[in-house]
């Protein structure tokens, strides 16, 4: 029998002895936001661009970023969003009215003065969802 030592420093671990393969999946953006790290945008710096390249392609980000930037109303926005939407297959009709989504959205909105509330976006994104024909309704 040959004498094995194992030290374990913390963290979650599994001793396998007869185990042929192991696998650890992980759940949850925070993970893949590690995993992705920092985009190669102009706005890297801004933690939002890392979080919302995780629901937008990075070959489309860098113009999307450039269309929020211009937006002066609400509604401007929430038509971003729905192009984003259209364009986007990780993105909902949930996800797009969900907080942690707007809130990546709005510190990007550089023109947005007026209406910048989580709920008045949510609104506009909401009035957008339902101005679209009924056959673009379905949920992805």
């Known amino acids: 029998m040959n004498d094995i030592t194992i030290n374990i420093n913390g963290g979650n671990n599994q001793i396998l002895p007869n185990a042929t393969e192991a696998v650890q999946n992980f759940y949850g953006d925070q993970f ?28 489309n980000l860098s113009g999307y970023i450039a269309q929020i930037g211009e937006c002066q109303t609400a509604t401007e926005l929430a038509r971003i969003v729905m192009s984003m939407l259209e364009q986007e297959p990780k993105l909902t009709d949930e996800t797009v009215v969900k907080e942690r989504f707007i809130t990546l959205l709005l510190p990007l909105a550089h023109k947005l003065d007026k209406g910048r509330s989580i709920d008045n976006i949510r609104a506009r994104i909401n009035d957008a969802l339902m101005a679209r024909p009924k056959h673009n309704r379905n949920f992805k």
């Open 32 to 59: 893949a936001e590690k995993i992705l790290g920092n985009p190669a945008s102009d706005d890297a710096s801004i933690p939002e661009v890392g979080k919302l390249s995780l629901y937008i392609d990075k070959v």
